[in-house]
């Protein structure tokens, strides 16, 4: 109840409204991202690290001093902006991962909203999806099939138990 007062004050439609829908199936996608990208990136690291630390080593005995020091300085530099590129690419996983996911289970929630409501025994209840929900366009056109079809058998079965009545 709470949640509902905050989001109506903070002017959030609850059903448009971003959120994880499915925590396990929303956060496993990024994860499993996450570790072949960090897998990838560590054999890139150490396949960098065997190739230039012999090249490294020799550079830094052989220069005078001051070009070590700037060449600590610039690879230290690398390894800051790497690491930050890294980082901006884990935040560009999650989130593109757990919208993307939002895009693909959202509409489960309004599909599965109809069928509850259609097995309380209201048939009125349409679905209309988002145009981007088009991977559960047919499904949803089929739920209001179903709910039509079963909306007009009890309508005709009311009407048949008014005319047995009257009768």
Not at 22 to 37: D, E, K, S, V
Not at 39 to 62: I, K, Q
């Amino acid at each position: 109840m709470a949640s509902n007062f905050a989001r109506s004050i903070m002017g959030f439609d609850s059903r448009r409204a971003f959120r994880v829908l499915q925590f396990g199936a929303q956060i496993r996608l990024p994860f499993y991202l996450l570790f072949i990208t960090i897998g990838f990136m560590s054999l890139f690291a150490w396949h960098a690290y065997s190739a230039y630390a012999e090249l490294y080593t020799m550079v830094m005995t052989n220069v005078p001093e001051s070009y070590q020091e700037q060449i600590l300085r610039q690879t230290q530099d690398f390894s800051i902006v790497g690491a930050a590129i890294l980082g901006g690419l884990v935040f560009t996983i999650l989130g593109f991962s757990i919208a993307y996911t939002h895009t693909l289970i959202g509409p489960t929630v309004a599909l599965r909203r109809q069928v509850q409501s259609m097995k309380d025994g209201n048939y009125r209840t349409r679905n209309k999806l988002r145009k981007t929900d088009a991977a559960h366009h047919g499904l949803a056109q089929d739920l209001n099939e179903l709910a039509a079809i079963l909306q007009q058998t009890q309508t005709n079965a009311k009407s048949a138990q008014a005319s047995q009545r009257s009768a």
